[in-house]
């Protein structure tokens, strides 16, 4: 279990205690396997959340499934629950990506801040599903825009995340030309979470694209040297590289199963690690 920072954990660690003390839930951990148990320990304490916009359009691949986001916003609620500060990065492709819908036709800059107006779009969207569902939420954004969101600081979403608020991260890092992958390691970099879950359309890391070749391997564990040198798909290379300068653990799994998060946060070996050495 990663070690605390300080004071960053004394709240939550007197919540966790009080709940574990006092509460069984229903909640699905394992395979197929549902009904009353107590919770388990928690390994990650402080996690940066990743979620690829196209995960929570559905099948239709643009715009918001809402049944998808309320499921997905339903365990951050038992995340919460349990203690775990959650601070939240939602990319912006099932509105626009810059790269790809932009491409030749427009310039790179300007299309890339249509993304991070994207990111925006879909992270009032969660926090508004949040607030629903009792959870607290706040959207912090790289770029001004007073009007939807406040101005991103390291401070304002410490104090937030100590209060037990959502902090859902918008705008990306504020500039063109770096990925919402990248954005979200930043912050996490800044917040110390104690690790980046990466939840995508695929279950892990493979050698290839699983899609396309039937004879690709999942990984379990690799080293960020093996990711970048192998030019493995997990995350762009400035963000893999961001998060092997500071040590950084990520975890990449599906969303398909959003109780893969409790999973993650719970410690179960789901998905593929990728940490300084294995």
């Known amino acids: 279990q990663p070690e605390g920072n300080g004071e960053k954990h004394k709240q939550i660690d007197n919540?966790?205690?009080?709940?574990l003390s006092i509460s069984r839930n229903y909640i699905k951990i394992g395979k197929d396997k549902e009904g009353v148990s107590d919770l388990p320990q928690i390994k990650y304490r402080r996690i940066l959340l990743k979620?690829?916009?196209?995960a929570l359009a559905g099948e239709a691949h643009r715009g918001l499934n809402f049944d998808i986001v309320n499921d997905v916003c339903g365990v951050i609620k038992q995340c919460v629950d349990m203690g775990v500060q959650v601070g939240l990065v939602?990319?912006?492709g099932n509105f626009w990506r810059g790269v790809k819908d932009g491409a030749d036709k427009m310039q790179r800059s300007h299309g890339d801040a249509m993304g991070m107006l994207a990111t925006v779009m879909n992270a009032i969207a969660v926090a508004d599903a949040l607030e629903k569902q009792g959870v607290d939420a706040r959207v912090l954004s790289a770029v001004e825009m007073n009007k939807f969101a406040e101005y991103f600081t390291r401070d304002t979403a410490e104090r937030y995340l100590n209060d037990g608020k959502v902090v859902l991260f918008a705008a990306g890092t504020g500039n063109p030309y770096?990925?919402?992958?990248?954005?979200?390691?930043l912050r996490g970099v800044e917040i110390e979470a104690d690790a980046i879950l990466l939840a995508k359309n695929v279950d892990g890391i493979y050698s290839a694209d699983p899609n396309v070749d039937p004879t690709a391997v999942k990984y379990d564990t690799l080293t960020y040297d093996q990711v970048l040198a192998q030019h493995l798909k997990a995350t762009d290379t400035t963000a893999m590289?961001?998060?092997m300068d500071n040590h950084m653990v990520l975890v990449?799994?599906?969303?398909?199963?959003?109780?893969?998060?409790?999973r993650v946060v719970c410690g179960e070996k789901i998905g593929t690690i990728v940490k300084e050495e294995i």
């Open 15 to 19: 919540f966790a205690k009080l709940w």
């Open 178 to 185: 770096f990925s919402t992958d990248t954005g979200a390691v």
């Open 51 to 54: 979620i690829s916009g196209e």
């Open 252 to 262: 990449c799994f599906a969303l398909k199963d959003p109780q893969n998060i409790i």
């Open 241 to 243: 590289t961001l998060a």
């Open 90 to 92: 939602v990319g912006g």
